[in-house]
């Protein structure tokens, strides 16, 4: 078995993906040690075990960890979904999809830190959509106001969205509420 030694666990920092207690850092911290131990003691025929066992309880405990901070950390969630929604909406009104298309997932994950995959577990936890599902639910509410308050075409409407394509809009629009842009907005003349 080869030998390596574990570097010092880092468990600062703005955008981690995993945020431990002190008593939780002190389990991983305790499980890196045992296997520390085992990998400096005398190599026998059970050591590859022992080490696979303990590599499966830090993913376990890793497992754990994470997902609990989704409900442990609810209020500073809730903060990130407020500013992820004003994100959306400042994009959206202020037209910076004209020039820079659709806002993406690696747009909001690089304006709020954490990793896109986190802001999608996050945001799955909290409103169940995970982040590329919420901002077509976005979309779909700005596009629903303009059909509604402009007489601007349903391409027109795509364009200001970011759609490079209206038949990329309409279809993610028929997805989404069973009806295309034209039907939906007759259903309100």
């Known amino acids: 078995m080869a030998a390596f030694t574990f ?3 880092r ?13 939780e850092k002190e389990t991983i911290l305790s499980i890196y040690r045992s296997m520390e131990q085992e990998l400096s003691s005398r190599v026998d025929e059970f050591s590859q075990e022992v080490m696979i066992a303990h590599i499966e309880l830090l993913l ?5 960890f994470y997902k609990r ?3 442990t950390r609810k209020v500073i969630n809730d903060d990130i979904l407020q500013k992820t929604e004003a994100i959306i909406d400042h994009y ?5 999809s004209l020039h820079q298309g659709l806002p993406t997932v690696q747009f909001l994950s690089g ?17 169940g959509q995970n982040a590329q599902q919420y901002i077509h639910e976005k979309l779909i509410e700005k596009a629903k106001e303009r059909l509604t308050t ?9 364009y200001e969205l970011g759609f490079e394509h209206s ?3 309409s279809k993610l629009f028929k997805n989404k509420t069973k009806q295309s842009p034209l039907e939906f907005r007759s259903s309100f003349n």
């Open 150 to 158: 402009t007489r601007l075409s349903v391409a027109e409407i795509a």
């Open 11 to 23: 468990f600062a920092g703005n955008n981690r993906a995993l945020h431990l207690s002190d008593t």
């Open 167 to 169: 038949q990329s809009f």
């Open 7 to 9: 570097k010092r666990l």
């Open 60 to 64: 376990s405990y890793v497992n754990r």
């Open 111 to 127: 304006q709020l830190n954490p990793s896109s995959g986190y802001l999608s577990d996050m945001l799955r936890s909290l409103i």
């Open 92 to 96: 959206l009104n202020s037209r910076q």
């Open 69 to 71: 901070q989704f409900i």
